[in-house]
């Protein structure tokens, strides 16, 4: 074969984190096992002792796990990956391991609502005090650094509104202020954003959503760019227990395989819906950063290979509007989560962020007739049939 480092990301995709196995499969095999057997109690011993390399019990390592932890860190451009049970898993694993009390960590405001929730509520009973900004700030986000910040956390594109966040230049706040900066790569995955290359700390991802991109699994990733940071998280993933599991762990290598070129699509369809989101009578504003009418297209243009397949939009109707889009959409499925092959649609404010209240979702960006929609790998001319006639009754 090619010098594996010097092949192309689509490439990568296909072949990453596989080796040699027994018998010759040219895919890991699914070591579905809660535990390994030991030669002796002094090959137990080594293997405890860290002087040889094996396998113990599947919550401390699994050959069919670490084969996509490989697979991930290589396209992330890391060092190694940990693989979780969720995307919370990952996030609360990194926070854990990070901060102690009466340390500081900063947020973006555009994050996903269990992770602010995570930050606000959980950590500040372990005295941990949190400040969030609007990242697309960048100003906002050097102001708030205190004596005590140790996380910069950053999620670009925000939820739902789609900010960017410049990550160089997060980077070098974080860099200054010796805190870590952690980036949520959810929406755009490395095949469109590489975060630890722009230097970002951790790059971590729920991986229920593009990486694994099938809407068939709950499950995350951390990437970490040195060993010693990889040995703490590992820690405290061992500890706070949250792994993923063998079978999810195959079917998300598999997913892999494919996301390079369900990326290539998802923005390709997403290029086009925006467009004629833009020129339909009841939408007021798109927001995509594929168009040129994103207020950061530029950094769009610097930081991503590629929009994306995340779009969200305002109608004209507000909020009842939103409502009869969703309750007439067929083709779409009127569904949370995202990244999956298949178009899903939500309207925030009568569903996942209607327990916020109106004032708290404004001062959120998530306007009454915000619709978000998750662009799947169908062909475009059958998403804009089903919108055109669902918009007809919104
Ligand atoms: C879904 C999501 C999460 C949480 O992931 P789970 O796999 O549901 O635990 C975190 N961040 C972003 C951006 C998400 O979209």
Redesign the pocket.
């Known amino acids: 074969m090619t010098d594996k480092q010097n092949i192309k990301f689509d490439s990568k995709c296909v072949h990453a984190g596989i080796g040699d196995y027994e018998f010759g499969p040219v895919v890991p095999p699914i070591y579905q096992t809660s535990t390994f057997k030991f030669k002796s109690t002094a090959h137990g011993a080594a293997l405890f002792k860290g002087e040889e390399e094996g396998y113990i019990y599947s919550r401390m390592g699994n050959p069919t796990v670490e084969a996509m932890e490989n697979a991930i860190a290589e396209l992330e451009g890391g060092h190694k990956a940990l693989g979780c049970a ?4 990952a ?1 609360s694993t990194t926070l854990f391991s990070l901060l102690s009390a009466g340390d500081h960590v900063i947020c973006t405001k555009a994050s ?1 609502g ?2 602010t929730t995570l930050i606000n509520n959980l950590l500040a009973k372990y005295n941990i005090e949190s400040t969030l900004v609007n990242s697309a700030d960048v100003e906002e986000v050097k102001k708030a650094v205190k004596a005590n910040t140790k996380v910069i956390y950053i ?1 670009t594109p925000g ?1 739902p509104t789609l900010e960017l966040t410049d990550l160089k230049a997060v980077a070098e706040i974080a860099k200054k202020a010796s805190a870590e900066l952690v980036v ?1 790569n ?2 755009m995955s490395p095949a469109l954003q590489q975060p630890i290359k722009l230097g970002a700390d951790v790059s971590l991802h ?4 593009f990486l694994n991109g099938h809407a068939d699994l ?3 990733v951390i990437v970490v760019k040195d060993e010693d940071t990889y040995i703490k998280f590992r820690k405290t993933l061992n500890q706070l227990g949250g792994v993923i599991d063998p079978f999810n762990a195959f079917l998300v290598h598999r997913g892999l395989k494919t996301l390079a070129i369900r990326m290539e699509k998802h923005s390709y369809n997403s290029i086009i819906i925006a467009n004629y989101l833009e020129n339909h009578p009841k939408v007021k504003s798109v927001t995509y950063p594929g168009l040129e009418s994103h207020p950061q297209y530029s950094l769009a243009e610097k930081q991503h290979s590629g929009p994306g397949g995340m779009i969200s939009f305002e109608l004209k109707g507000g909020f009842s509007s939103g409502e009869n889009a969703m309750n007439n959409v067929k083709f779409c499925q009127l569904a949370v ?2 990244g999956g092959v298949e178009t899903l649609v939500q309207h925030p404010a009568s569903m996942t962020h209607l327990s916020m209240g109106k004032e708290k979702r404004e001062s959120a960006g998530i306007t009454e007739g915000l619709v978000r929609l998750s662009v799947g790998i169908e062909n475009h001319e059958d998403i804009i049939n089903d919108l055109e006639q669902a918009l007809e009754k919104a």
């Open positions: 969720s995307g919370m898993a996030i996903y269990p992770t999620e939820n949520d959810t929406f729920s991986m229920t959503k709950v499950a995350g989560s995202l």
